[in-house]
């Protein structure tokens, strides 16, 4: 199930704005909430007030049995505090369907099939969703961004901090969004369409070849091509 709870916040102009949030969402039972990630407007309210629109970043838990999913999400602050996070969401996956779990659970929805993901913000959340649905990989599209960018270094040199993967086209081209480096990211909603081909060749090499070639892309259960450019992150670093 999902569990939901009221909460007060405070808007820019003063006024107090009460929503509705999530503590935790079951992907398969709460379709209506999963479709609210993709359509980006999972904790989004407008202030009755003064019309702005107001997003609150929660921790929360996304669950989603028929498909495997297993994500724990963060604040994109919590970036800084990576290992706490994913200890976090480790206890958790253990408890729910790892190690402590009953064997009849584990047994019941083939927990060694799930992916268990450490996410910051919504937006890492949907990304997941959307690439997840396509069958692609996560630690393949972070090392085809990290391609991606190194070719474009115009984009960097404009304040690109990451590509975030929009939709795959009915051809299978990849859309991805710019995602700029401010506090908190910005997603000006540029569009940058990138072609298959790319990412075949990484997604058909082995993992444990991809990861000895970029072992700073993933530690524990987070894969982000934001862990090469942010030096405080916990794990393997480039050498």
């Not at 503590?23 to 709460?30: A, F």
């Not at 190194?150 to 710019?178: F, K, Q, Y």
């Not at 058909?204 to 982000?224: D, K, M, N």
Request: charged letters at 30%.
């Amino acid at each position: 199930m999902s569990l939901t709870q009221m909460r007060d916040i405070v808007c820019e102009c003063g006024a107090t704005v009460t929503v509705h949030t999530a503590d935790s969402i079951n992907g398969e039972r709460h379709p209506h909430m999963r479709q609210a990630v993709l359509d980006r407007t999972l904790h989004t309210f407008d202030c009755g007030a003064c019309d702005k629109k107001l997003v609150v970043e929660k921790q929360f838990l996304y669950v989603d049995l028929e498909r495997k999913q297993f994500y724990g999400v963060f604040p994109d602050a919590d970036r800084t505090d990576e290992k706490r996070c994913a200890n976090e969401l480790v206890a958790a996956w253990n408890h729910a369907l790892g190690d402590q779990a009953p064997l009849s659970v584990r047994a019941l929805f083939g927990a060694g099939e799930f992916r268990v993901r450490l996410c910051f913000g919504n937006e890492e959340l949907r990304e997941k969703l959307v690439l997840d649905e396509a069958g692609l990989d996560d630690l393949s599209l972070e090392i085809f961004k990290a391609h991606v960018l190194a070719e474009r270094r115009d984009l960097v040199e404009h304040g690109t901090r990451t590509l975030r993967l929009d939709r795959v086209e009915p051809d299978g081209a990849l859309s991805m969004l710019i995602e700029q480096a401010t506090i908190p990211p910005r997603m000006p909603w540029l569009a940058l369409r990138t072609e298959r081909a790319a990412y075949d060749e990484i997604a058909a090499r082995p993992w444990q070849e991809l990861l000895r070639s970029y072992p700073w892309i993933a530690w524990g259960p987070h894969v982000s091509f934001l862990r090469l450019t942010l030096p405080h992150v916990d794990g393997p670093r480039p050498a």
